[in-house]
Nanobody, 123 residues
């Protein structure tokens, strides 16, 4: 399974970006898709996750109300709409997928990772 993340870039404070993550490769029973981010000098952190069967979506407190995760089943793609961006959102954003369950915010529970896409928010 390959995950290809795209859509990052440079944006001013208050701006918006939409990240995409396209899945391809062998059939994979997805239970959860997630987004994580890693800022310079910091550990990778949970951003959002969507449970595939129910569509329930969870967000980190730091992005709640500003970021929206969605999906297009026909395109095997998930999206992360990011609004009201601030410099604190600057990071490399990674998408991830897993077949198992457990804590949807835990990095170690995810089986596959995309390569990351850089998001830079200027002040």
């Amino acid at each position: 399974v390959q995950l290809q993340a795209s859509g990052g870039g440079l944006v001013q404070t208050g701006g918006s970006l939409r990240l995409s993550c396209a899945a391809s490769g062998r059939a994979f029973s997805t239970s959860t898709m997630g987004w994580f981010r890693q800022a310079p000098g910091k550990e990778r952190a949970f951003v959002a996750a969507q449970i595939w069967s129910s569509g329930n979506t969870y967000y980190a407190d730091s992005v709640k109300g500003r970021f929206t995760m969605s999906r297009d089943n026909a395109k095997n793609t998930v999206y992360l709409q990011m609004d009201s961006l601030s410099p604190e959102d600057t990071a490399v954003y990674f998408c991830a997928a897993r077949s198992g369950f457990g804590s949807w915010y835990a990095m170690q529970s995810y089986d596959y990772w995309g390569q990351g896409t850089q998001v830079t928010v200027s002040s």
